[in-house]
């Protein structure tokens, strides 16, 4: 399951502390978030949540050759991304694409 972030708190996942800010998502394996929405330091991740997702990657996107770029040289990367995306899992999205955004940036600077 997804969650949104509302208050800043450390969270304990995949034996790694995290330090997560409002907005920030999570994903956990189900019932792992019981605890993170009782306490009002999240929610579960609406639609809304995905189309600012997809807006955010839209307005962010480098366009010219960055993702068949990444595809040829980012290959593990461009597959966890597109596997994020297929799983629902805004937090790996949202990681790798900046990944590789990064990665494609670097290359374009001249040596």
């Given at each position: 399951?997804?969650?949104?972030?509302?208050?800043?708190?450390k969270?304990?996942n995949?034996?790694?502390?995290?330090?997560?800010?409002?907005?920030?998502f999570?994903?956990?394996?189900?019932?792992?978030?019981?605890?993170?929405?009782?306490t009002?330091h999240?929610?579960?991740?609406?639609a809304?949540?995905?189309?600012s997702m997809?807006?955010?990657?839209?307005?962010?996107?480098?366009?010219?050759?960055?993702?068949?770029?990444?595809?040829q040289?980012?290959?593990?990367?461009w597959?966890?991304?597109?596997?994020?995306?297929?799983?629902?899992?805004?937090?790996?999205?949202?990681?790798?694409?900046?990944?590789?955004?990064?990665?494609?940036?670097?290359?374009?600077?001249?040596?």
């Open positions: 399951m997804t969650v949104c972030i509302l208050k800043p708190c969270v304990r995949d034996a790694a502390v995290l330090e997560l800010a409002a907005g920030d999570l994903t956990v394996a189900p019932g792992k978030e019981t605890r993170l929405i009782e009002g999240a929610r579960a991740a609406i809304q949540d995905y189309r997809a807006e955010q990657f839209r307005t962010r996107d480098p366009c010219k050759n960055c993702w068949s770029w990444n595809q040289n980012q290959p593990d990367l597959r966890q991304h597109i596997q994020a995306l297929q799983t629902n899992n805004i937090t790996t999205a949202c990681l790798t694409f900046n990944q590789m955004t990064a990665a494609w940036n670097a290359a374009q600077l001249p040596v």
